[in-house]
């Protein structure tokens, strides 16, 4: 799933191809996709780019006073085109083509979405916050103060990796990112947020800012259909279980968590101690 790296490199990606552009049509091919009817999709047509931002994981389309606002989910991503075909497309299951948009001189860009798990959402609105998802969001980790960042904390009876990834208290870190920043601050995923010391708020608060600012660095100029593969080159524990933590060596584990699973290393963040599977355990009671 693209997070806050991926999406600002793509806002910038497509800002710098379409900003000052006149949208001539758009399409919209997986109808489930799109989560709004008023104002119509075509209202869209004939409109100027007038901007392309980030809001958490959401990207932002300015156009006119409208906004195409698009949430890419799992397997969503965007493919830019230097033509884009005239003729209509045919919708269907298999098709991962869900919206096509094209420019008036004749170039676009295409949102597809692999897999049958269909989570990609489109929204035309007056205005982002309409959109619930975006209404509901946290502060930027990227404009965050440390002494905001502790206030965000205390009273958190949660786990921390929980809280990290909980878009309305930060907005743009998603699964892949909260466990390196876990990996970065050398702290348990399982620790509880309020429990946290001054000292492991701060350290917690630059491992944040430190590795989502450098993978912003690193993408930034990738092309869209470079970005997936430099995202996963950067990874020090995501997606890397039983491979070595670049850090110390020690072999990278996995555990599950809440709706999926998360990667840490037991000697730089658990003092060399496995976490306990959680749900493996009630299971087994
Ligand atoms: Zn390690």
Redesign the pocket.
Known sequence: MPELPEVEALSSFLGARVVGREIARVQVVAISALKTYDPPVAALEGRTVGAVGRRGKFLDVEAGGLHLVVHLARAGWLRWREQVPDEPVRPGARNPLALRVRLAGGDGFDLTEAGTKKGLAVYVVRDPVEVPGVARLGPDPLDLGVEDFAALLRGERRRIKGVLRDQSVLAGVGNAYSDEVL?VARMSPYKLASSLTEEETARLYEALGGTLREAVERSRGLAAGELKAEKKLGMR?HGRTGLP??????T?REVSFADSSLQY?????TGGKPLADRRLSRLLK
Do not use: I, K
């Open positions: 990996h524990v933590c670049p850090v110390c060596g020690d990278v290393c037991p000697t730089c963040q």
